[in-house]
């Protein structure tokens, strides 16, 4: 997300893992101004940003605000569509775009001791989720200290949380742009 900017990239799904998820999804381009997910929508896929750029954006307080972009290599909306819950953002492509689409099927199908795939893949996605939970804990505590020391002690600041909640249906993985 280009919001704020101490999003660095994943070194995750690299090799044939990464190119074997890419092939099991459907790959499909995006018009500008296109929404991939509404806020609030569940999801039975989530996608790969191979080309282009994606707004994300939340409703607070009756406002849409956007709370940043991201760019090729993003996993957008993976947590939506693999726990069943409500996406907290809306993505809309802010220019053309390329996606890979995967369902939550063909996930988890790969995900099956059976696969060729399995070890590696379960590992990587493992490693990208607690690497998220782990920048999203930091950047809550950080948030929660920054409003305990203010003038205003206790006030939190809302934008700061959406755009926490946001950063987790954006990841970062690099070696699967295009």
Known sequence: MSEPEDE??????RGP????LLQAGQQRLVGAGQVL????Q??????VLT??????????????????TCGPGSILALMAALDGQPCAVTLRAQHDCTIVELSRAVVFDMLQ????WSANLSHDLALLAIRRLRRATDELASTLFRAL????????DVLDLA????????????????
């Open 8 to 13: 660095p990239s994943v070194d995750c799904l």
């Open 17 to 20: 893992e990464g190119l074997a």
């Open 37 to 40: 997910c509404h806020e609030g």
């Open 42 to 47: 569940s999801l039975e896929e989530f996608f």
């Open 51 to 68: 080309r282009g750029t994606v707004e994300i954006s939340r409703t607070v307080a009756g406002k849409t605000l956007v709370l940043g």
């Open 113 to 116: 001791p059976h696969g060729p």
């Open 149 to 156: 020391r203010s003038r205003n002690a206790g006030r939190l």
């Open 163 to 178: 755009r926490i909640q946001a950063k987790n249906h954006v990841w970062q993985c690099a070696s699967l742009a295009a």
